[in-house]
């Protein structure tokens, strides 16, 4: 019922297009108007009235006409109560430190009583940091680095999300360094990262997980070889196991063993799923080539047909389809990048599938290995084709690029819609393989794993993703509220600046002393208080420069903010016709039956709990 009052003021306020001009008429007619908004909005912060608010964009030209900066105002808490609402309603990701019930964690306790219909008190609680609410061993490693309960209370969750993450970085370091020269190892390293688990962001997790998933392969071929070799072994043997076991890094361990498995002319699955492989198990530049021509030509064939794949095969009429096979950092299956236009897919893990095979990186060209290929990696193309999809529609609408988590939902829902359409379609030939082959790649794992969790419960799937990709991307309406928040760049600026003016008044000769030792550029993730504390070491020409981006920066924000209405509904709109088209997917699908069509009733297990709101992190790619 909230939404009454708000509503029918909507309804009934006789703004229409008779009134052009910025008149007396209007500012009087908008006047009682932007009252009752703002006793809904900034006073009862109702994140009901605040999405009426934003989804009545046939009022918001003349709105913003009448009062810009009243309007601007409204749509920005407008903005941060409905994501914020979602934050601990539906799971989804709030966005910065900077909103003020953030910067009040208490308040927001009091806030989420009144509004929000997640009813589990104690789980925002955990989600906020609250102190009590950590671990043991987080509190002790929180009081280490000098922060006290008595004083936790009053920090912003920004900053208790900073503190947490500096506390923890040396014992994930520590993990990283491991190696386990046993399955029990290796099982103690999993309870040591299932501690920091909750509190690390995804490419935290990502880096851990590939790791562990090193240490276990070592742990596992260690005791394989020492079967195998027995009570008497041969001595170069032995001492080729005696190296590897001595060794102090999982890499070196893997690369040991591989030649241990060699010379006992014997294969051992784990350490070619997880070793670096041969120096001459690579590709070639032209094979590199081929195979991508192959592929081009093989996803164009097999997304055919598919709801999702005829949408992008129609964007390829137009478009290039530039797809490449080359190395790629680990964890990262595929990349599409925006300002070279190249969908890319990972050389390493297609080798990887080769060598679990027994096969020659040649022969990921040739007959059935290549068919593998192809269907393994057709999920990532279709993620990855979304994403070029939505780089030509920012172009062709002419919107700027807002970094929002609708995007990635958006190529996980339509790459799992095609997943499981295409193993309907196909149950003897894709679904069969999707369901065999997950412990061959990493590919299938993932791209089974969504699907079967989309199968599942869309809106559990939406939620899952939120929190995964939480807090490096933020929502369509993190983005509109940060789209008029220039303080921290304004703040920012002004710290460059004083630096600069500092550095002015220094000696020559210690000023020529400190450009010597000055590093060229920043680089690396910060907190606002590390960043501060780097720019002190950075050269000047770097430092005035930044200054002149960041003023431009500001002026172009200041003066695009009239545009944030129509950037806002078109992405909402982008977004309501994707999980159209994915409902629509899952709507026509065949019920799963015995007879080879896709499995959705198990896999991988969902993990539905809200992300923290607020806070700092890095991207990441797929």
Known sequence: MRLLPLAAVLLFAPLSGRCEDVSPELKARAAPLFVHLGKEIHEARDPYAAKAFLDRGDSHDLLRKADPEAFDRLFEEASQLVDLHRAVNDHMDASTDGYPLLDRPADLMLWRRKYADFKDERTLASALLEWDTLAPDLRTALAAAGHKKDRWGATS????????????????????????????????????????????????????????????????????????????????????????????????????????FDGMNVRNEAVERAGPGRADQRLRDEERSALADMLETGVRREIAGTKVGDRLLKMYEKEPFNLVVRPMPPGTMGQYTGHDNVLAVSEDLLLKMARQEGKTAQDLLKGEMFDKVLKATLSTIVHEAVHQEQNVWRRDKKLPYWDVVEHEIEAKSLEAAFVLEKSAQDPKGYGKFMAENQKSSILVREGAAIAQMLARSPKTFRMAIQADYYPSEISIEANAAGAYDNEMLVSMNAAVRAELKRRQALAPAERQRLEASAAPRLDGRYTREQWNAAILGVQAETLERMAENQRKAIETRTTGRADVPRIYSAYRERDAESANLTAGVLAALPVPGKDGAWPVAHGTKVKAVPPPPGGGGGGGRR
């Open 157 to 260: 969750f920004g900053s208790r999300s900073d503190a947490l993450e500096a506390a923890l970085s040396p014992a994930v370091a520590r993990i990283k360094g491991s190696v386990a020269r046993s399955p029990a190892e290796a099982q103690a390293l999993h309870a040591q990262a299932g501690k920091l688990w909750p509190y690390l962001d995804k490419d935290v997790k990502a880096e851990l997980s590939q790791h562990l998933e090193r240490t276990d392969a070592a742990a596992a071929a260690l005791a394989d070889a020492q079967q195998r070799l027995g009570k008497n072994p041969d001595p170069a043997l032995a001492a080729k196991l005696a190296e590897a076991r001595a060794s102090g890094n999982v890499t070196d361990m893997l690369g040991k063993l591989g030649s241990l």
